[in-house]
């Protein structure tokens, strides 16, 4: 089986651009989590969907949004890049939408803001 | 206060040696508890849950002290394959996971 999908791998934007990421989650699972992880940090909550439907969001500005699609698949949108955006993007699907289930993370997508 | 704080590292070890994690979280409420591991630019990977009452798997067992509101994770007959950066995960239930910043581990030939 497949596991998390994300695209793409890497990315290099302009500031004040605007960039879409996207994520497969595993098959059967039905939430998906979006991560940020800048170097040297563990990390940083962004969103969780499940069954279609924001179920958390972290400490972002409203320059970040996402949506969960009919078949599970996410995107994570961010406008008007700023330098501090480079980072990486982690996908996570879960089984349910509770959070003591397990992650199963995606490779990340590098994005880097210049 | 970080919710999840973790031993700074990095943590250089020879191979064989037994090398011990920390982390205390700062919430009672938090619910349960993980250690993931992460190679060097690639994802986080579940290595272990932790249980109240202690857990073992391999050369890895995990403790949880929720008086003191610690985790700790001991890694035994330390391997190459081992150097990773070591989180440590807790959550509230209805919330989502809060990673600490990671400890890196590098065992030495």
């Known amino acids: 089986d497949a596991g998390v999908t994300q695209s793409p791998t890497h990315l290099i934007k302009t500031r004040g651009q605007h960039v879409t990421l996207r994520c497969s989650p595993i098959s059967g699972h039905k939430s998906v989590s979006w991560y940020q992880q800048v170097l040297g940090q563990g990390p940083q909550f962004i969103f969780q969907?499940?069954?279609?439907?924001?179920?958390g969001r972290g400490n972002f500005p409203d320059r970040f949004s996402a949506r969960q699609f009919p078949n599970y698949s996410s995107e994570l949108n961010v406008n008007a890049l700023l330098l501090g955006d480079s980072a990486l993007y982690l996908c996570?699907?879960?089984?349910?939408?509770?959070?003591?289930?397990?992650?199963?993370f995606g490779n990340g997508t590098r994005l880097t803001v210049t | 206060r970080k919710e999840v704080e973790q031993d700074p590292g990095p943590f250089n070890v020879p191979e064989g040696a037994t090398v011990a994690f920390n982390c205390t979280y700062s919430n009672s409420a938090s619910q349960s508890f993980f250690w993931y591991r992460q190679d060097c630019r690639k994802e986080p990977k579940l290595l272990m849950s932790?249980?109240?009452s202690g857990n073992e798997d391999g050369r890895f067992t995990a403790q949880l002290n929720r008086a003191s509101q610690y985790i700790s994770l001991l890694i035994r007959d330390s391997k190459l394959s081992d150097s990773a950066t070591y989180l440590c995960?807790?959550?509230?239930?209805?919330?989502?996971?809060?990673f600490g910043k990671g400890t890196r581990l590098s065992v030495i030939a």
């Open positions: 969907y499940y069954e279609k439907e924001e179920r």
């Open positions: 995960v807790v959550n509230r239930g209805n919330t989502p996971l809060v």
């Open positions: 996570a699907s879960s089984l349910e939408g509770v959070n003591f289930s397990p992650l199963h």
């Open positions: 932790v249980y109240s």
